[in-house]
């Protein structure tokens, strides 16, 4: 099971902001960076943000991350239709059973 | 363009085998990390394991290990993953993914396969 903690659901109307936020330990997001992932229904996810705040060349500013202890956090401003999507964090776990992680995912309804 | 291609899923008998495949290019691939990672129908993704450029070191989650091996072929361009003693659990659409060469740590995947599903089932 996931061993990073999201929300089910967020959802807000076109135009307004979401966040949406990920709960981990210290062998998780504690000590490594966070990467976040964008999945459009009935496709492979899509990198949103890199290195806890990075965004990969094409993503536009109006996504954007953030990290503080053993949590992370994505903000979508100027929500679109488009957006409407299912979001997942993920970083590397550093315990015994070294392995990647990922959130519980997100949905993102825009009313 | 990059792009990263999986094949070999199927239906399987519990406790059979399967091998997945995953034909990449665009990209010098000897140079980057890969991983697999699964999504069982309609829940969120797991990640599966990675493996080195070079195929000295590997990583799996628990509850594959002992059962699944990825291995690589960089003169094929070529990632893959034996998936042996099949549980009706193992049922998911498994995706490799590229580890961004950019990326200071964490795991962070930047390219994607579109997937194959393996369906685990009597």
């Known amino acids: 099971q996931s061993v990073l903690t999201q929300p089910p659901s967020v959802s807000a109307a076109p135009g307004q902001k979401v966040t949406i936020s990920c709960s981990g330990s210290?062998?998780?997001?504690?000590?490594?960076?966070v990467s976040w992932y964008q999945q459009l229904p009935g496709t492979a996810p899509k990198l949103l943000i890199y290195?806890?705040?990075k965004r990969p060349s094409g993503i536009p500013d109006r996504f954007s991350g953030s990290k503080s202890g053993t949590s992370a956090t994505l903000g979508i401003t100027g929500l679109q239709t488009g957006d409407e999507a299912d979001y997942y964090c993920?970083?590397?776990?550093?315990?015994?059973?070294?392995?990647?992680?990922f959130g519980t995912g997100t949905k993102v309804t825009v009313l | 363009e990059v792009q990263l291609v999986e094949s070999g899923g199927g239906l399987v008998q519990p406790g059979g085998s399967l091998r997945l495949s995953c034909a990449a290019s665009?990209?010098?691939?000897?140079?980057?990390?890969m991983s697999w990672v699964r999504q069982a129908p309609g829940k969120g993704l797991e990640w599966v394991a990675n493996?080195?450029?070079?195929?000295?070191?590997?990583y799996y989650v628990d509850s594959v290990k002992g059962r699944f091996t990825i291995s690589r072929d960089n003169a094929k361009n070529s990632l893959y993953l034996q998936m042996n003693s099949l549980r009706a659990e193992d049922t998911a659409v498994y995706y490799c993914?590229?580890?961004?060469?950019?990326?200071?740590?964490?795991?962070?995947?930047?390219?994607w396969g579109q997937g194959t599903l393996v369906t685990v089932s009597s």
């Open positions: 993914a590229r580890e961004g060469i950019f990326c200071s740590g964490g795991s962070c995947l930047d390219y």
């Open positions: 665009g990209f010098t691939f000897s140079s980057y990390w």
């Open positions: 493996i080195k450029q070079d195929g000295s070191e590997k």
């Open positions: 210290s062998s998780n997001i504690g000590n490594n960076y």
């Open positions: 290195d806890n705040n």
């Open positions: 993920g970083t590397w776990d550093s315990s015994l059973s070294a392995e990647g992680v």
